[in-house]
């Protein structure tokens, strides 16, 4: 039982220094996020409102609000697809 906890200890204390790592200087158009989606809205399927997607953290730039990823890697206005 007490390697059970160790290992949970360390888990824990790998994957918040771990999410501390990450370059939180995004691009125009995106926003940090320690908990955005793993399935971001694109200039192909932003209008897909069947999308089916998993629940997991994506710890990340992502596009704003208003905003969808384009094939180039830029967060974009859908006019701009």
Do not use: W
């Amino acid at each position: 039982m007490k390697t059970l906890a160790v290992i949970l200890v360390v888990a824990v204390v790998v994957a918040v220094s771990h999410g501390k790592a990450f370059d939180k200087n995004c691009a125009e158009g995106e926003v940090f996020k320690t908990c955005g989606t793993a399935c971001p809205d694109t200039c192909e399927n932003y209008q897909d409102t069947m999308r089916i997607c998993t629940l997991q953290c994506v710890i990340g730039c992502q596009c704003e609000t208003g905003r969808v990823l384009r094939k180039d890697g830029r967060c974009v206005y859908t006019d701009e697809c």
